[in-house]
């Protein structure tokens, strides 16, 4: 499938677009709203912080997916 949003872990993105992609950089509220089936985890190095921090996306059945060193379905 394809990423139709992205939501920051910061605050300072929020409102704008992916550069190249125009995907929108939304915030957490949506993701809540949405109830993506993958969370892509892109700051491989925060991964832990940022899955916990999420870990509510389990609740209906969603992973969470890393890119970094290799993609993995977590």
């Known amino acids: 499938t394809q990423a139709k949003t992205l939501f920051p872990?910061?605050?300072?993105f929020?409102?704008?677009?992916?550069?190249g992609s125009h995907i929108p950089v939304?915030?957490?509220s949506v993701l809540r709203?949405?109830?993506?089936?993958y969370v892509l985890v892109?700051?491989?190095?925060l991964k832990?912080?940022?899955?916990?921090?999420?870990a509510y996306i389990r609740e209906w059945g969603g992973?969470?997916?890393t890119a970094v060193p290799k993609l993995?379905?977590?």
Request: hydrophobic share 40%.
């Open 33 to 37: 709203a949405t109830k993506p089936d």
């Open 48 to 54: 832990e912080e940022i899955t916990t921090q999420l």
């Open 9 to 12: 872990y910061t605050t300072l």
């Open 72 to 74: 993995t379905i977590l």
């Open 63 to 65: 992973k969470f997916v």
């Open 14 to 19: 929020r409102s704008r677009f992916l550069p």
């Open 42 to 45: 892109l700051p491989w190095n």
């Open 26 to 28: 939304v915030a957490e």
